[in-house]
T-cell receptor, first 111, second 111 residues
């Protein structure tokens, strides 16, 4: 199993600013992922965070808007850049060790 | 993209009732997973079904994987308020180890 700590758990940000979300896993994992979720709705994959190489983004998500770092096998960050109210959502990181584990999420509100 | 359709989207029942949630796709999956998510938390894995026709039981929850591995169901017997939450089915995506999620079923069990 894996325990994932994600922070901040929530934030309220001004439009035009950027927020960096941190994700720490208690063990080394090869695969880490970032998802976005509207409250009560499903998860949409943003990107796969690869250690030692650039992240792989899904259709509709770009590196300039959602830069990702993966400096080692236990840590990743997701930055939401130049935020607008449409970016208000829950952002979740995930790691796979045979099964998928999730952080508790970051609830972002952009005003 | 391998789409997963979940139904019903919302379900409100009284304690003691039975319910079934469905997860359907036109694609074949090597496995499907079911998650439960409570507000403010990340999804937590309930079960993984791998073999076509497989039935797995987790206390009052029964999970079935269709013979053709395109669909799955979750049946809850004698629902309790503690079963309240968002139930998500998920299968592997074209990106590899990342997951494609169904839209989710929001379950409310009232005393």
């Amino acid at each position: 199993s894996a325990v994932i700590s994600q922070k901040p758990s929530r934030d309220i940000c001004q439009r035009g600013t950027s927020l960096t979300i941190q994700c720490q896993v208690d063990s080394q994992v090869t695969m880490m992922f970032w998802y976005r979720q509207q409250p009560g709705q499903s998860l949409t994959l943003i990107a796969t965070a690869n250690q030692g190489s650039e992240a792989t983004y899904e259709s509709g998500f770009v590196i300039d808007k959602f830069p990702i770092s993966r400096p080692n096998l236990t840590f990743s960050t997701l930055t939401v850049s130049n935020m607008s109210p449409e970016d208000s959502s829950i952002y979740l990181c995930s790691a796979t060790t045979g099964e998928a584990f999730f952080g508790q999420g970051t609830r972002l509100t952009v005003v | 993209t391998q789409l997963l359709e979940q139904s019903p989207q919302f379900l409100s029942i009284q304690e003691g009732e039975n319910l079934t949630v469905y997860c359907n796709s036109s694609s074949v999956f090597s496995s499907l997973q079911w998650y439960r998510q409570e507000p403010g938390e990340g999804p937590v894995l309930l079960v993984t079904v791998v073999t076509g026709g497989e039935v797995k039981k987790l206390k009052r929850l029964t999970f079935q994987f269709g013979d053709a591995r395109k669909d799955s169901s979750l049946h809850i017997t004698a629902a309790q308020p503690g079963d309240t939450g968002l139930y998500l089915c998920a299968g592997e995506s074209n990106s590899g180890y990342a997951l494609n999620f169904g839209k989710g079923t929001s379950l409310l069990v009232t005393p």
